[in-house]
């Protein structure tokens, strides 16, 4: 989604920006444009396209400034083209205006302002807050921009800038995310810390309805009705290598082959092997709570949404608690029945999905307690929520999610031994399934280095325009990542589904040219699978299997096998993904697709 970040400073302003804005381009983006305050009074230059298009812009230009707001923008209202790109100027020219969010009442207020006379020329919902501020404006931009927000009903984080007010940056949220960075004689303003990791690592987070004004030397927080705020700045521990390529030729390669490490580090420190049981700290206000609940609503999207559904196998099977799965998109609109015995999970890599976010809100207006599974130290969620758990998979850049997915199914894996241990099972079962999870890391190193096979069935597929994705049990939520995954960065239809439907309908579409990859692995329903996999054959259908490893007899039955190390048959999705992931990457390669940053899509939705 949009993108904002913000520097006023002793250096010049515009490098920064454009660093800036490439940081923030895996958010995803169709626009992009700079604003800043030079002495002969307010520049701006915008563009339709990738942030490299701005930059040819500017290179035509001379800019000295210190100050300056810059924005990707991810269209909502209005195409992306140079006008409606951000940032979105008043008509006197004094102010310039960058946007994350949705104004819901911006043609009404679009409407007042036109009938006074104002010509305005976007798209955009932003505009209007351009026109309001200076509606406002008395001298005190600060203040002309509270006038204004007063105003405006819906989502934002803004950044604004006046050449009447040459010394400052006044930024807001109100549901999207923001934060200040305080560097030595110099702040910035961003939508997240990538953007400015390079000059600072100490954030303060601005909560909704809060405005900050920043200077070069300090900074101000005050919420909309004008109460004075003191906020803490925080040290971030990300590296500025940790959000870099090292090497690798895509951010959702290096993330796919981080998965070893992300998942040593999601369980270090909270495995407790003699007692067969985990010690996971942000939960340890909630154990009496959490030994009393008799049922879990586990909310997510996307991706999140699937290691829910991972979840609930896991926490049914081994705490024998009801879990059910709902995408917080639709549970923020039902009236979901919730009691003081319901603990509601709550899943997001980035916490800040709006849609997320909502039901969260919604769940504990209901009187629900709600646990954050997150993995952005100081997002919303993680700061909204009661309690909870972060996977610690450090900074995911690649717009699909492959490192985090793998994390949070081992977080669930752990609440899961931790809520088992509370009720039905053993110390020595507690123990089996520490020691299966202690396994993993070394697991999937085995098959990352097993990529030249996965590439090789790429190359033999990557023109296929269908693909079906089979499994069942736990893994049939990975047959939905894995199309999900292929769907999102190779632009190829996929479809997941639970390998007994399929002769409910998909069977339909079963011939030559449709592939199915089907996860087989020897457990308690192997045989049902095979059976599944017969149907496809019978069909002419194409099988490419994840198999466990010393299953030499599934090579006779299917067109290509993918072997995957034995691992305790629930915790097998943390394996069974991994080459669905490298399938996906190698075929949209293989297409030339812009992996990390696909068409359409944004990292973090942050609307709804
Ligand atoms: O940050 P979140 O986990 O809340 O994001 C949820 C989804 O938007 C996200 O998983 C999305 O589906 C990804 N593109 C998946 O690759």
């Given at each position: 989604m949009c993108g904002i970040v913000g520097y006023i400073g002793q250096q010049k302003a515009t490098p920064i920006l454009l660093e800036g804005l490439k940081r923030l381009e895996y958010r995803g983006y169709d626009s992009a444009g700079i604003a800043l305050l030079e002495d002969e009074g307010l520049k701006h230059e915008k563009s339709a396209g990738k942030v490299h298009m701005l930059e040819r812009l500017l290179a035509n230009r001379t800019f000295t400034s210190h100050i300056g707001i810059a924005h990707t923008r991810w269209a909502t209202h209005g195409e992306p083209t140079d006008l409606n790109a951000h940032p979105q100027l008043d008509d006197t020219g004094n102010i310039a205006v960058v946007h994350n969010g949705i104004i819901e009442n911006y043609r009404a207020l679009r409407e007042v302002l036109e009938r006074e006379g104002h010509n305005l020329v976007s798209d955009t919902d932003t505009e209007v807050i351009a026109y309001l501020i200076n509606m406002y404006y008395n001298g005190d931009l600060t203040e002309a921009v509270r006038m204004a927000l007063s105003q405006v009903e819906g989502t934002y984080a803004i950044a604004v800038i006046d050449s009447r007010s040459p010394d400052k940056i006044v930024a807001a949220r109100n549901g999207?995310?923001?934060?200040?960075?305080?560097?030595?004689?110099?702040?910035?303003?961003?939508?997240?810390?990538?953007?400015?990791?390079?000059?600072?690592?100490?954030?303060?987070?601005?909560?909704?309805?809060?405005?900050?004004?920043?200077?070069?030397?300090?900074?101000?927080?005050?919420?909309?009705?004008?109460?004075?705020?003191?906020?803490?700045?925080?040290?971030?521990?990300?590296?500025?290598?940790?959000?870099?390529?090292?090497?690798?030729?895509?951010?959702?390669?290096?993330?796919?082959?981080?998965?070893?490490?992300?998942?040593?580090?999601?369980?270090?420190?909270?495995l407790n092997i003699e007692e067969g049981t985990v010690r996971l700290n942000g939960l340890?206000?909630?154990?009496?709570?959490?030994?009393?609940?008799?049922?879990?609503?586990?909310?997510?999207?996307?991706?999140?949404?699937?290691?829910?559904?991972?979840?609930?196998?896991?926490?049914?099977?081994?705490?024998?608690?009801?879990?059910?799965?709902?995408?917080?998109?639709?549970?923020?609109?039902?009236?979901?029945?919730?009691?003081?015995?319901?603990?509601?999970?709550?899943?997001?890599?980035?916490?800040?999905?709006?849609?997320?976010?909502?039901?969260?809100?919604?769940?504990?207006?209901?009187?629900?307690?709600?646990?954050?599974?997150?993995?952005?130290?100081?997002?919303?969620?993680?700061?909204?929520?009661?309690?909870?758990?972060?996977?610690?998979?450090?900074?995911?850049?690649?717009?699909a999610s492959t490192k985090a997915f793998t994390s949070q199914i081992m977080v669930l894996s752990l609440i899961t031994i931790l809520l088992g241990r509370m009720r039905n099972i053993s110390a020595n079962m507690g123990k089996e399934m520490i020691e299966a999870l202690e396994s993993i890391p070394e697991k999937i190193q085995q098959i990352l280095d097993n990529e030249i096979q996965i590439k090789e069935i790429a190359e033999t597929y990557y023109k296929s325009n269908n693909f079906l994705y089979l499994g069942r049990?736990?893994?049939?939520?990975?047959?939905?990542?894995?199309?999900?995954?292929?769907?999102?960065?190779?632009?190829?239809?996929?479809?997941?589904?639970?390998?007994?439907?399929?002769?409910?309908?998909?069977?339909?579409?079963?011939?030559?040219?449709?592939?199915?990859?089907?996860?087989?692995?020897?457990?308690?329903?192997?045989?049902?699978?095979?059976?599944?996999?017969?149907?496809?054959?019978?069909?002419?259908?194409?099988?490419?299997?994840?198999?466990?490893?010393?299953?030499?007899?599934?090579?006779?039955?299917?067109?290509?096998?993918?072997?995957?190390?034995?691992?305790?048959?629930?915790?097998?999705?943390?394996?069974?993904?991994?080459?669905?992931?490298?399938?996906?990457?190698?075929?949209?390669?293989?297409?030339?697709?812009?992996?990390?940053?696909?068409?359409?899509?944004?990292?973090?939705?942050?609307?709804?």
């Open positions: 999207a995310p923001l934060l200040l960075g305080q560097g030595q004689g110099e702040n910035f303003v961003a939508s997240d810390v990538a953007a400015i990791l390079r000059h600072t690592n100490k954030v303060a987070y601005i909560e909704d309805k809060e405005i900050v004004t920043l200077t070069a030397d300090n900074y101000h927080i005050s919420t909309i009705e004008n109460v004075e705020i003191s906020r803490k700045v925080e040290e971030i521990n990300w590296s500025l290598e940790m959000i870099e390529k090292a090497g690798h030729d895509h951010f959702m390669h290096k993330e796919i082959h981080e998965q070893p490490e992300t998942l040593r580090n999601a369980t270090r420190g909270r340890t206000d909630h154990l009496e709570d959490l030994s009393r609940i008799k049922r879990v609503i586990i909310t997510a999207c996307g991706t999140s949404w699937h290691a829910a559904l991972i979840g609930e196998y896991l926490l049914e099977e081994y705490a024998q608690i009801p879990v059910e799965v709902e995408y917080a998109s639709e549970f923020r609109y039902r009236s979901p029945i919730i009691d003081e015995n319901t603990l509601v999970l709550v899943i997001s890599q980035s916490g800040e999905t709006a849609d997320t976010l909502a039901a969260m809100r919604e769940a504990r207006r209901k009187g629900a307690k709600a646990l954050g599974i997150v993995n952005v130290v100081g997002s919303t969620i993680a700061r909204e929520s009661d309690g909870g758990v972060y996977i610690h998979a450090g900074p995911e850049i690649g717009v049990g736990v893994n049939f939520p990975v047959a939905l990542e894995g199309a999900l995954k292929l769907k999102e960065i190779s632009y190829i239809h996929a479809e997941g589904y639970p390998a007994a439907e399929m002769k409910h309908g998909p069977i339909a579409l079963i011939d030559e040219k449709m592939p199915a990859v089907v996860i087989a692995t020897k457990d308690s329903i192997y045989d049902k699978v095979m059976s599944n996999i017969a149907q496809v054959r019978a069909r002419n259908g194409r099988v490419i299997a994840i198999a466990t490893e010393g299953d030499a007899e599934i090579a006779n039955h299917v067109n290509h096998v993918i072997f995957i190390p034995q691992i305790k048959q629930c915790f097998s999705p943390l394996l069974s993904v991994i080459p669905l992931q490298l399938l996906a990457y190698h075929m949209a390669v293989l297409r030339k697709c812009n992996i990390d940053q696909p068409r359409n899509l944004a990292k973090s939705v942050t609307v709804e």
